[in-house]
């Protein structure tokens, strides 16, 4: 289930329940790991190949944008959309549900994604050990952030939908499991400089800050949180792990 909500990967899911749901969301942070990397690896190979680190970078967050079938961007801009559009919960869910981008979405999503190729590109050209951590790190804080919002106390806006299906499922020990993981990831930026492992893991704070005010904010006006809110938590953790790792990536 973890590789179906979160990948394109087609896989066979014989058993799907609020159990299940609930794994796969504590499993979503090494998946998240392993796709950040590969994007990493990308925006590496890019600049290897003579390509400039930004041109490399745009390459890697296509590449990610399409092993995630752009859900996660998708969800950023449908949030956007509904509380830029000032309705209350019912109307602003009912704007989420449009196949359509409004342009609180596609202000949203220009500045995310300028962001995200920047920052990657800086870490690119810092050195390949930045770009890879960084890229893991940033995959792996996304997921978390999800895996946090499904955590009990926080509710579905919705009676169906992605989000009425793990709103809750994720217990704490999985959870604190998924932030162990998390942190090791970030702690092998001591490959590019010994100061850059400790900055991954401000890094991961600041992306998981940057991911609960998000949820604050959905919960206030939506009264929970619904797929389109979890893609939005991934992406907002994700953007911020990057640009504080690309600022610290030159500390020795």
């Known amino acids: 289930m973890a590789l179906g909500t ?16 609930g794994w796969a969301m ?3 942070p090494v998946l998240g790991a392993f796709l950040g990397a590969l994007t990493g690896a990308v925006a590496v190979l890019g600049t290897v190949a003579g390509l400039s680190a930004p041109l490399a970078a745009v390459l890697a967050v296509g590449l990610a944008a399409l092993l995630t079938r752009g859900l996660h961007l998708d969800g950023l801009a449908d949030l956007a959309d509904g509380l830029g559009s000032g309705r209350p919960a019912g109307g602003a869910l ?22 995200q190729v920047l920052a990657l590109g800086q870490l690119a050209a810092a050195s390949p050990w930045a770009a890879l951590t960084g890229a893991a790190a940033a995959g792996a804080v996304g997921r978390l952030a999800v895996a946090l919002a499904c955590t009990p106390r926080v509710p579905p806006a ?23 993981f998390t942190v090791a990831v970030c702690l092998t930026g001591w490959a590019h400089a010994p100061a850059f492992a400790p900055a991954c893991v401000l890094a991961a704070a600041a992306g998981l800050l940057a991911a609960g005010g998000v949820l604050r904010r959905a919960v206030r ?31 020795g």
Request: glycine share 12%; net charge positive; no cysteine.
């Open 6 to 21: 979160f990948t394109v990967f087609p896989v066979r899911v014989e058993r799907v329940d609020r159990s299940v749901a």
């Open 158 to 180: 919705r009676p169906e939908g992605l989000g009425a299906l793990v709103a809750g499922t994720v217990r704490w020990p999985g959870a604190l499991a998924a932030g162990a």
């Open 94 to 115: 009912e704007v989420m549900r449009r196949s359509d981008i409004g342009p609180f979405g596609v202000v949203t999503l220009v500045v995310v994604l300028g962001a």
């Open 26 to 28: 504590v499993w979503a």
């Open 221 to 251: 006006r939506l009264g929970g949180v619904t797929g389109d809110v979890l893609g939005a938590l991934a992406e907002s953790a994700a953007t911020a792990v990057l640009v504080v790792a690309a600022a610290a990536s030159a500390w």
